[in-house]
């Protein structure tokens, strides 16, 4: 009885910790494919910000600018225009936080959102070389970063882009996906966090 | 859980940036004296004529284009949208394009709503809205100038008066620098708002097309 339990414990922990990429197969030749698909670049635009964090919603505008140096900017404001935070990548991925006010000026706040704007940007996919998986009707390439690996992931035949993710030893953190227009002129932008309740909704918006 | 700490501070910030924006639409004060315009000599004056003219304002109805600058990027965007406000303290900010957005401040209550979801805030609820809400009856009855919130100096040129509004609180520090309100000699109505940040950004809203006084239902302030 006492056996039965531990292993039932035992297969509990193992279902419950099992990777979730697991099934990725490692490949070695996909020709050209990657080229196809990158460098993921977005052109400057604001986008509608709409978030949902842990049952709170919160809405906004957000900048998205390449500036002259081929760093990139991102800033959010309100509708009503107060700037809540003006964050610059480098050209290496570099972070930098140029302003923030006092409510978004956390730690994890600003690690969770530097994670999701530096995969959007496709900051983690400049680095080499990418391990190469294939997975059912996809490819998957990840990027080994400091906070996880960063992967995009394509159809067989590298004709679009599926979606982005953040995973970490084996868990999936964040996917970024781009229904409709796709880079480098997303018409919108869907982040969802896996580990805890988070969304954001970007819709790029048509200056007048 | 900081995310969710994040995002009931920053409603509170929303919040809080949608009330001085209202407050500010109605209230007149700056350091150097701006171009083209000269210091008003008489001040007690002013403030006399500025209440008895505020008083004298029952609604308003208007068209607004903002435009916020991002100095350090050298971007803007521009944006419209409708304004309403009846006495005491019935407000409606409607952006229209080329986003919608709308805040409906009626009493205490404020409705933040966008293309998703909306907010329920009452503004009694945190000390800072209490401080703010003052502000606003101190900017719609004329007598911000005597406001503790800012240090307010007032200049004139032949059609406006220009009031620089120097925040003193550090709650209202933390959000921006000054706050330039020109107001209409005729109708001692507010004709722009500039609010600078500390970081250099700006947001300018200039109000076309007002109507004084006329009938409109308070179902526009309803939510």
């Not at chain 1, 964050?87 to 600003?110: C, L, M, P, R, Y």
């Not at chain 2, 005491?88 to 409906?104: A, C, D, L």
């Not at chain 2, 703010?132 to 100096?153: A, H, P, R, Y």
Request: proline share 3%; with cysteine; charged share 25%.
């Amino acid at each position: 009885m006492r056996c039965l339990l531990f292993e039932s414990i035992i297969a509990f922990l193992l279902v419950g910790c099992s990777s979730e990429y697991s099934h990725l197969q490692k490949i070695q030749d996909v020709g050209d494919c990657p080229d196809k698909v990158l460098p993921l670049i977005i052109k400057t635009s604001w986008y509608d910000a709409s978030v949902d964090v842990v049952g709170k919603h919160l809405s906004g505008l957000l900048f998205i600018k390449n500036m002259p140096d081929s760093s990139k900017r991102v800033v959010f404001t309100s509708e009503a225009g107060l700037t809540f935070f003006d964050f610059s990548f480098s050209k290496e991925g570099n972070f930098h936080t140029v302003s923030v006010i006092k409510q978004f000026d956390k730690k994890a706040v600003i690690r969770t959102l530097q994670k999701d704007f530096s995969l959007i940007l496709g900051l983690p996919f400049l680095q080499s070389p990418a391990e190469r998986y294939s997975a059912g009707d996809d490819f998957y390439f990840g990027f080994k970063e400091k906070y996880g690996t960063a992967y995009f992931i394509t159809n067989k035949d590298c004709a679009s882009l599926q979606r982005l993710e953040w995973g970490d030893r084996g868990k999936r953190l964040v996917t970024v996906r781009t229904p409709g227009s796709g880079y480098p002129t997303p018409a919108i932008i869907e982040i969802d966090h896996h580990t805890f309740s988070m969304k954001i909704k970007l819709t790029r918006i048509e200056k007048e | 859980m900081h995310m969710c700490d994040k995002s009931t501070s920053l409603n509170k910030s929303r919040s809080l940036w949608a009330i001085i924006f209202v407050a500010t639409l109605f209230c007149v004060t700056g350091k150097a004296q701006p171009k083209g315009f000269r210091p008003v000599s008489d001040l007690p004056t002013f403030k006399k004529q500025f209440a008895t003219q505020s008083a004298k304002v029952s609604s308003i109805e208007s068209s607004f284009t903002q435009e916020k600058v991002l100095t350090a990027l050298t971007e803007k965007i521009s944006s419209t949208g409708k304004f309403w406000f009846k006495r005491s303290n019935k407000v409606r900010i409607e952006y229209t394009k080329p986003y919608t957005y709308t805040m409906i401040m009626n009493g205490d209550k404020l409705l933040l709503r966008d293309d998703q979801k909306e907010n329920r805030i009452n503004v009694r609820s945190n000390k800072l809205f209490q401080q703010i809400n003052q502000i606003m009856i101190d900017c719609v009855q004329g007598t911000v100038l005597d406001s503790k919130d800012f240090n307010v100096e007032v200049f004139e040129d032949e059609r406006t008066y220009l009031l620089e509004m120097v925040p003193t609180s550090r709650s209202l520090r933390e959000f921006f620098s000054t706050i330039v309100l020109k107001v209409d000699k005729n109708d001692f109505t507010a004709a722009s708002i500039e609010m600078n940040e500390k970081s250099g950004d700006s947001t300018a809203i200039l109000f076309k097309d007002k109507k004084l006084n006329t009938q409109f239902s308070d179902a526009v302030f309803a939510f």
